[in-house]
């Protein structure tokens, strides 16, 4: 059964640093995996992703300010800096593998930013 972990959550202050990783247990590798957060009383939105390939995309409101890479086919890491605010939430991992489509969600961890 493949399952998806966080790990690295954390509280920090505004402008502070945080690195999320997140590794798969069971088959892989996924050919998209990638970060989405919720905040309190928000859907969940998506943050940034990248392809076994390589190519990756980030939402706007991170850019120049998160990093995302997969160091490998079954895990991928998050480096946020200068964290506002409005970047507390739940982040959740998503894996995609695709032929057939699967699509796997980890359990979340907590990242709060505080002033």
């Known amino acids: 059964q493949v399952q998806l972990k966080e790990s690295g959550g954390g509280s920090v202050q505004t402008g502070e640093s945080l690195s999320l990783f997140c590794a798969s247990t069971?088959?892989?590798?996924?050919?998209?995996m990638g970060w989405y957060r919720q905040a309190p009383g928000k859907q969940r939105e998506f943050v940034a992703n990248a392809t076994y390939y390589g190519t990756i995309t980030y939402a706007d409101s991170v850019k120049g300010r998160f990093t995302v890479s997969r160091p490998s086919g079954s895990t991928i890491r998050l480096q946020m800096t200068n964290l506002r605010l409005e970047d507390t939430a739940i982040y959740y991992c998503k894996g995609h593998q695709f032929g057939p489509s699967t699509i796997y969600w980890g359990q979340g961890t907590q990242v709060t930013v505080s002033s």
């Open positions: 069971g088959r892989g590798p996924f050919d998209i």
